[in-house]
């Protein structure tokens, strides 16, 4: 072999070993792009709306990148095993192989797809016409591989997988935004919260019963006035004299409203009670309580009062404790719910 041929396969196997690393790149980025990202770049830059309309097509532009890539590194190993066995002789093959496995996975694999995982929007619209210019050259292979694929899936029954994102998937992808810095903490509190908020329940949120204030159905006026003065609840439940049921909630607001009229009879200005078990669902309470244009919740195990939940300690679930004038003080439980009534 004259130095020609030598220098001639040289930059051949240079060449393979580019396109090698063309091809890995490119896998990468249509892999890993955001597509709401390259929508954006979409509305202003052609290549960015030829990489969605590749990316519809998802499956061939794949098969098309795969033989392109297995193509290049067949034929830069062969081109490897003539050059090494013609410089080398006996230990052509080995060096070969030892040489060009190196080469691969660094120029044609590791850096590349290192590259491209960094970059992935500027390096798929870098290379979205040469792809699809391999997709329109593979097309035949492409459609020959899809009736291989469909004869698999037929002989060996492979069962559709859902393609859906699950609620775990989701989690890790948001723990993952938020070690990045890509998502704040405290968003990432409100999604971690809202995933969770299907599951939890009225038991886990609620005021228990021994931790509240309520108002005795025969309390005076005076007595009334002083709750509502020390305690700075806008809504406290009224019970019967015997402490056995909730007979409904008294507003601050009506009751002031009351006592500026001359007025003296508390019964009137009561408002009905909205009963919830300890089980219920906390997503399907709030849309209940919405519905029902309820902000506060007697919570009833049979004919036993066990506590009170508020709209305010739902909404607490998903974006944290709210502070504002008509909180208890520190001293006292936050919300106005009735004592366990006795057995």
């Not at 009963?275 to 919405?290: A, H, T, V, W």
Request: hydrophobic share 45%.
């Amino acid at each position: 072999m004259n130095a020609y041929q030598i220098i001639a396969i040289s930059l051949s196997l240079a060449a393979l070993l580019l396109l090698s690393g063309f091809f890995s790149a490119a896998e990468t980025a249509f892999t890993g792009f955001s597509p709401v990202k390259m929508r954006r770049l979409a509305k202003n830059r052609r290549r960015a709306r030829l990489v969605l309309e590749l990316n519809a097509n998802y499956g061939d532009v794949l098969t098309a990148l795969l033989i392109g890539n297995n193509i290049v590194n067949v034929l830069a190993t062969s081109l490897a095993t003539v050059l090494f066995s013609a410089l080398f002789a006996d230990y052509g093959v080995t060096l070969s192989t030892v040489v060009m496995t190196a080469l691969v996975l660094v120029f044609g694999e590791v850096s590349p797809k290192t590259f491209a995982r960094e970059f992935p929007e500027e390096f798929a619209t870098f290379s979205a016409p040469a792809i699809k210019l391999c997709t329109c050259a593979f097309s035949p292979l492409c459609k020959l591989f899809a009736l291989w694929k469909r004869l698999l899936a037929k002989v060996f029954r492979f069962n559709k997988k859902s393609s859906k994102m699950t609620e775990e998937e989701f989690g890790i992808i948001v723990s993952d935004a938020a070690k990045e810095g890509v998502l704040p903490s405290e968003e990432e509190k409100i999604i971690v919260n809202a995933l969770r908020y299907g599951e939890t329940t009225v038991a886990s949120v609620m005021v228990p019963a021994e931790n509240v204030t309520y108002i005795e159905q025969s309390e005076s006026i005076n007595e009334i006035k002083r709750i509502f003065g020390e305690s700075n609840y806008s809504r406290i439940p009224v019970t019967d004299g015997g402490r056995t049921q909730v007979v409904g909630i008294l507003y601050r607001v009506d009751f002031y409203e009351m006592l500026i009229s001359g007025r003296s009879d508390v019964l009137p200005l009561l408002k009905p009670v909205f009963y919830c078990k300890p089980q219920d669902n906390l997503s399907e309470l709030l849309k209940i309580m919405q519905g029902a244009r309820r902000h506060l919740a007697i919570v009833a195990d049979g004919s036993r009062v066990v506590g009170l939940i508020t709209v305010e300690d739902i909404l607490a679930q998903l974006v944290g404790e709210m502070q504002d004038r008509y909180d208890a003080v520190p001293e006292k439980p936050r919300f106005a719910a009735p004592r366990p009534a006795e057995e």
